[in-house]
């Protein structure tokens, strides 16, 4: 039987009808985290861009997509995209391959990254740690994801773990997770109040942490206090950091204000 001839699966029909749709806060992507099995890992997180929850189905699709939340000119992102089955169809016989299928059943084909970025094409990424290339199956998949988004004027990419280096991977979930919490006790700040904060720095080469430390008690400010506004900041792309050397090691003078912080408004209780 030709692949165009079987059915879709009817529970793949049915997510169609309410997912994949959408942009911004409203889309919805077509996997969510507590559909897939419970082995491995999984994250539901905010999205500094959309302001909504994105599903993430493994450890380097949470890094994949914390590099792309943080790209000052991202608009957009889209996770677990589902491509169109007529498209698909098509791509699979023009390239001679079974369009993924379980028992005799037609599977929806998802890209695992759409990122609409300011001012060019947009960008997908196939998200793979290096041994899936091992399967022939995964590999044909990334034919038909390539094809299908070449077609519709996007950039296609892979984003491997080796993409991105520990130390980066690291910051990029401290200063996430930063945007995750609210707290009051930085909702009043404003931008003036993080660059007189951010003056009690100046001359000084020391250790970030000791140093934060240090100024909650000469401040009198509650414990971890200034670690946090800066971690905010920097989260905020207020503040700039090295995010190549893990921030456990920044001292003071590797922290500079950013140099388009008058585009910027509001203060950190406006990031998302």
Known sequence: MRDS????????????????LGTGREYVPFIKVHEISSTGESFRIL???TTRPHHLLSRLELSSFLVFDRYKSTVDIKEQYPLPIIDTLSICERLGIKHPQISGKLKVVTTDLVIDVKNTSGLAVAVKYTDEFEDQRVIEKLQIEKVFWEQQGYQWKLFTEHEITPSIKENLEWLHAAN??????????????????F?????????????????????????????????????????????????????????????????LTGGLADVS
């Open 5 to 20: 001839d079987r059915p879709l699966d009817p529970n793949d029909e049915k997510k169609l009808k309410t997912r994949g």
């Open 47 to 49: 999205g500094r861009n």
């Open 180 to 197: 995750q919490n609210s707290d009051e006790l930085y909702e009043e700040l404003s931008e003036i109040d993080i660059q007189l904060i």
């Open 199 to 263: 003056k009690r720095l100046k001359g000084i080469n020391k250790r970030l942490s000791s140093t934060c430390a240090s100024l909650d008690d000469e401040y009198q400010c509650e414990p971890g206090f200034h670690i946090g506004v800066f971690r905010k900041a920097v989260a905020a792309n207020i503040i700039d950091a090295p995010l190549n050397t893990v921030f456990r090691q920044w001292s003071c003078s590797d922290l500079k204000i950013a140099q388009n912080l008058s585009l």
